[in-house]
T-cell receptor, first 114, second 109 residues
């Protein structure tokens, strides 16, 4: 199993550009998440999904969009990138909530908006 | 939403010392996990522990759900233990994890 795979690992965007961060998991997990981590800070939840076709906002959803057309994939779309979106983005997945709901993280995507 | 507070924010140890990290949370939870983020940014799950006590080698964790706190114990610390330790909790009524701000641990040789 590859676990949770994120691409790209590093990206520099210009203000106003758009891009998609890809996330895929091969563990047949129901739940998938996108977090962002600013320097020296904890992780903030952007969006999450409890299954294919279902997504919901987290703490900091503004400026982002997601879709979940399959169980495996959960892409994060940045529209009109702003410097405030410079951050490290982590995708994660888990089987379900409740007992045994260990969450697994991808290796992160470092995004800089200039 | 639920509030998660971790203490201390920073901790510096000499190799071989023991330490205790604390996580307080403001509401009932059905999910609590401890993570280690290494200096390269990788997040590793240490424990899934919504209640009770678990041990894994030099690390152990205890969660007292009724009093809304969890403790992570690190014994005989090593330089490779350096990094940030995060506590994350899931509310009983929800589907998502909320992270604390972390404890930055530095273990010096």
């Amino acid at each position: 199993n590859a676990g949770v795979t994120q691409t790209p690992k590093f990206r520099i965007l210009k203000i106003g550009q758009s891009m998609t961060l890809q996330c895929a998991q091969d563990m047949n997990h129901n739940y998938m998440y996108w977090y962002r981590q600013d320097p020296g800070m904890g992780l903030k939840l952007i969006y999450y999904s409890v299954g294919a076709g279902i997504t919901d906002k987290g703490e900091v959803p503004n400026g982002y969009n997601v879709s979940r057309s399959t169980t495996e994939d959960f892409p994060l779309r940045l529209e009109l990138a702003a410097p405030s979106q410079t951050s490290v983005y982590f995708c994660a997945s888990s089987y379900s909530r409740g007992r045994g709901n260990t969450i697994y993280f991808g290796e992160g995507s470092w995004l800089t908006v200039v | 939403g639920i509030q998660v507070e971790q203490s201390p924010p920073d901790l510096i140890l000499q190799e071989g010392a023991n330490s205790t990290l604390r996580c307080n949370f403001s509401d009932s939870v059905n999910n609590l996990q401890w993570f280690h983020q290494n200096p390269w940014g990788q997040l590793i799950n240490l424990f899934y522990i919504p209640s009770g006590t678990k041990q894994n080698g030099r690390l152990s964790a205890t969660t007292v759900a009724t009093e809304r706190y969890s403790l992570l114990y690190i014994s005989s610390s090593q330089t490779t233990d350096s990094g940030v330790y995060f506590c994350a909790v899931g509310e009983t009524s929800g589907s998502r994890l909320t992270f604390g701000e972390g404890t930055q641990l530095t273990v010096n040789p």
